[in-house]
């Protein structure tokens, strides 16, 4: 599962961007990843410039 570290992110929407299923969102100007609709492709992880998002154990 992914997770977005709220004091790395800065909201720059590179990861609603490249979203294939609109799990990710930009909400009080940080992102969020919807689990329900996350299909965890890391597509956002992989773009994010802050390092943002992180894969939860």
Request: net charge negative; with cysteine; aromatic share 6%.
């Amino acid at each position: 599962m992914l997770y977005v570290d709220k004091e790395k992110c800065e909201g720059c929407e590179a990861c609603v961007a490249v979203c294939g299923t609109g799990a990710a969102q930009i909400i009080d100007g940080k992102s969020e990843i919807d689990v329900n609709q996350c299909v965890e492709c890391y597509a956002c992880k992989n773009v994010c410039p802050y390092e943002a998002i992180l894969e939860k154990n």
